[in-house]
């Protein structure tokens, strides 16, 4: 079926989510009763119908060559089946997008590199918590039918990404002809945590002709439980041990050497639910009128924790220390007699609660359509925490910093899992919630002209009001008056760690730490070990702070064709005038801000024959900051008497002048569809960016007269983004037999992005670009069997500047790559058994602190050593 540009660019209104479910009906998974494998150009070929990994490959192909936008899209396979386990997971596969994992799961999503990227929900603004997205991995994968990532805009698209949008499409009962119902579940076994996990969904939907016209009521839920451990080995910053006469101690054993403040490793468990509940209404009462009430409701909980273990070079008298051989300055090793050592047990429980409401209409008379809805999105998010740290005497250690990238801890002398070795130490007792809700209307209208050369106007308009309030407790530690062991404790009180900590690599074997479900679910028993009073702290109102925003957009475009000879030329070109009105307030601290921007844009698409075609776009974007980011409050965490570490601990904070993200953005591409599951795309695309947003660490001095490292958000100037991209999919089917099922998915990017150092002057790397990325992906379908073997892989990229301490101050990851397997089995039209394995190749992080510090001396040498669950999913899904 043939759409119009303007159907895939209208991604907030009532127009568009008609021609999606159209356009759903032809091309999504199980659905795509329409979708052939025959090519475009012989329509006479008789129709087969496809279903699974090619339906969703046909589907995403078909949107990309259909739009009028630069547009990479996912479509699901069948109900309750994108081609991964997550939305986030997912979008890994699309060309130009990358992820970042931790917590069992793909944490973050970019876009060439840039983490700026706006969400919406079937067109819709959507958020989580205090934040301007949405967390994508908190929309369960089972209720989408469908994500889009725009790489350029249209005027009618809400603002928000300069690196690009990404709008998620959930099913609508008008998707389906009538009465289905569908549902899955799946068996999960992680490997490091040695745990269970399990997901289940379930969808309802029908459609009747009543009296009053056409109606049709969706109903799909999930509940995920999911169960996971991270490893992590460290070194953190190195710091000179001072003596009165010189800044680093050039007595033996220091030999003027700075020494790592800490090395250890932790264990992250996690134990996280999430409830995913769609509905949608639709009614037509007649051909030229339509209404529609959705509802989207997500739960997030998570009850997880860190065991810590760090030892401490400084905290003991040091013995020996070794040097790099290319950074002697740097010790690459120590040994500590009588080493004060601590660990410690970070005990979380996290709450997200998250729903969004939308009615809207769409009338069309005559040449003319309007549309309108008002959208309601409430988002509250609580944490609290409680860690107690333990310490323990070691009377020997030995610290490789560097054993293959890897620090290796040697303690002798002690027993570490006799609860009579360690004390209790110091108490962070700290909770807060963030509370942030937005109402949002919009109107359009779309004039159809169909002239020779102006195709259609549009004109619009949108009105948001959000407001953002957020409290919390003071992270300050509170030690222990009276000493108290852990052998004093109930038995089930504390708890013996894991072992083996990222594969052996670091010699840590196992230790003792307070137990976690003691410290969230006995709290006040600690409180009391630590002389404080029962029940939760007070909100602290020197960390509280509200934001309210208001934010008047309008927008006018029009889409346009005309024929250059033979070759047909589409598109459509406008521009978007937003204002924004925001009013910070914090404790002693206020903001105003009050700013306009002109948003043009052009799209056009050449028809250089049937099957080939050029995009050329040109557009300025806008991105606010986040709210959080805003937010003047500043954090500080003592590191206490472990040794000299050159500041007295560390802080973060935001910082309410940061300004928008301003961007000017050239795309151009190239793409070649010979067939409706065969492409070959290439495309390249330059962005300006002024005041992009980095983190950075700089001294400061505190409240309480200390000077702290202190972490803020800063807005950078004169950057730029810019790269290319190449993709390529087909199904061989002109092999012989059972070889006519093997199919290929093949992508690349490279991506290159310089920004101002705020701090220091001259150029660096925009944090979290990767050069080069790219997928290769092999396919199998074919006797109702469908196979996927995908194999992700990005380049190293800089995590973070200014880390303080002797040795290099920015951190970069080396290479990484993930090998992932996905597999099913129709053993009925309407039965299907599951089977999915990630990480297969059970891959390990690193990363280092790499480049200059800031007396600029080179240096590389070890940060962290990260190691992730293998899992192993056996699921069945029907259908009916």
């Avoid at 002109?598 to 806008?622: E, M, Y």
């Avoid at 059972?738 to 220091?760: I, R, W």
């Amino acid at each position: 079926m043939a759409f119009k540009p303007l159907a895939f660019c209208t991604a907030s209104v009532f127009a568009l989510s008609l021609a999606g479910v159209a356009h759903a009906q032809d091309t999504t998974g199980a659905d795509a009763a329409a979708a052939s494998t025959t090519d475009s150009a012989e329509p006479t070929a008789p129709e087969i119908i496809v279903t699974g990994v090619r339906a969703s490959l046909m589907g995403a192909q078909s949107i990309k060559k259909n739009s009028v936008n630069i547009v990479d899209s996912i479509v699901a396979e069948d109900i309750g089946k994108l081609p991964d386990n997550t939305v986030s997971d997912a979008l890994q596969r699309v060309t130009g997008v990358q992820i970042q994992r931790a917590a069992g799961e793909a944490s973050s999503v970019q876009i060439r590199g840039l983490s700026d990227v706006a969400t919406l929900i079937n067109g819709r603004e959507a958020f989580t918590g205090t934040s301007r997205s949405v967390s994508l991995a908190d929309i369960p994968a089972e209720l989408v039918a469908g994500v889009d990532v725009y790489k350029t805009s249209t005027p009618d698209i809400v603002e928000g990404g300069v690196a690009g949008v990404v709008d998620v499409r959930l099913r609508r009962p008008f998707d389906f002809d009538g009465l289905t119902v569908a549902g899955g579940v799946r068996g999960i076994y992680s490997d490091q945590s040695d745990k269970k996990s399990y997901v289940a969904s379930g969808l309802v939907s029908d459609r009747w002709e009543t009296g009053i016209g056409e109606v049709g009521f969706l109903l799909a839920a999930s509940y995920n439980r999911r169960k996971y451990q991270d490893q992590d080995a460290f070194n953190y910053v190195s710091n000179c041990v001072e003596d009165t006469a010189d800044h680093c101690n050039t007595d033996a054993p220091y030999y003027g050497r700075s020494i790592p403040d800490t090395v250890g490793g932790i264990y992250s468990d996690g134990d996280r639910r999430r409830l995913g509940i769609n509905s949608s209404l639709q009614w037509n009462p007649s051909a030229d009128l339509s209404f529609h009430v959705d509802g989207m409701y997500t739960r997030y909980q998570n009850r997880y924790s860190n065991t810590f273990f760090i030892a401490l070079p400084k905290g003991g008298t040091v013995t020996s220390t070794t040097g790099y051989d290319d950074y002697d300055f740097l010790s690459s090793g120590t040994t500590t007699t009588n080493a004060y050592t601590l660990t410690s047990k970070q005990a979380y429980e996290d709450q997200t609660d998250s729903y969004q409401i939308n009615a809207g209409g769409e009338w069309t008379t005559g040449k003319a359509v309007f549309s309108s809805e008002l959208t309601y999105n409430h988002s509250k998010l609580q944490n609290r925490n409680v860690i107690v740290d333990t310490s323990f005497n070691a009377p020997s250690m030995t610290i490789d910093n560097d054993n293959g990238g890897t620090p290796h801890i040697s303690i002798t002398g002690v027993d570490m899992t006799d609860p009579s070795n360690y004390t209790l130490r110091t108490l962070f007792d700290n909770h807060s919630v963030a509370v942030s809700e937005q109402w949002a209307w919009r109107g359009d209208m779309r004039l159809d002209i169909d002239g020779p050369f102006l195709k259609n106007i549009k004109i619009g308009t949108r009105y948001t009001h959000r407001t953002v309030d957020s409290q919390a407790t003071t992270s300050s530690g509170i030690a222990i008056t009276d000493a108290v062991t852990m052998d004093q404790l109930s038995s089930d009180a504390y708890t013996t760690s894991p072992t083996g900590l990222v594969k052996g690599a670091t010699g840590i074997g196992q230790f003792l730490v307070m137990d976690t479900n003691y410290l969230l679910n006995n709290t006040d028993t600690i409180r009391e070990l630590f002389g404080q009073a029962d029940g939760a702290r007070a909100y602290d109102p020197a960390n509280a702070f509200s934001d309210v925003e208001d934010t008047y957009a309008f927008y006018g475009s029009f889409e346009y064709g005309f024929d250059i000879g033979s070759m047909p030329v589409t598109g459509v070109g406008g521009a978007r005038v937003v204002n924004t009105v925001e009013s910070l307030t914090g404790y002693d601290v206020s903001s105003d801000q009050n700013y306009l921007d002109i948003l043009p844009s052009i799209n056009a698409k050449v028809g250089l024959s049937d099957t080939l075609f050029l995009r050329l776009a040109w557009g300025k974007t806008l991105t606010r900051p986040q709210f959080a980011d805003l937010n003047p409050l500043v954090s500080y965490s003592p590191s206490g008497a472990t040794g000299d570490n050159g500041v007295y601990g560390s802080g973060s904070g935001g910082n309410p002048d940061l300004t928008p993200i301003r961007s000017t953005a050239y795309d151009a591409s190239l793409e070649f569809y010979p067939s409706r599951s065969t492409s070959f795309t290439v495309g390249g695309y330059y962005r300006t960016i002024d005041g992009y947003i980095q983190t950075y660490s700089v001294e400061e001095l505190g409240t309480d007269g200390n000077n702290y490292l202190v972490s803020r958000p800063r807005n950078t100037h004169n950057g730029y983004l810019a790269g290319a991209e190449v993709a390529y999919q087909q199904f061989f089917d002109f092999l012989p037999g059972a070889f006519s099922g093997l199919g290929v998915q093949l992508n690349g990017t490279y991506s290159d992005g310089k920004t101002d150092d705020p701090l220091n002057g001259g150029r660096q790397r925009i944090v979290n670009v990767s050069h080069w990325s790219y997928n290769a992906v092999a396919i199998y379908e074919k006797y109702g069997i469908s196979a996927r073997l995908a194999y992700n892989w990005r380049s190293s990229y800089v995590v973070s500047y200014n880390s303080g301490g002797d040795q290099a101050g920015t951190i970069m990851t080396d290479p990484t790559g993930q090998l992932d397997f996905s597999a099913s089995y129709d053993v009925t039209p309407a039965f299907t058994l599951t089977f999915n394995a990630t990480n297969i190749t059970d891959r390990t992080y690193h990363d280092r602190f790499k480049g200059l510090n800031g007396d600029g001396v080179y240096s590389d040498t070890p940060r962290d050593t990260r190691t992730y669950d293998r899992t192993f999913e056996f699921g069945a899904r029907f259908k009916f």
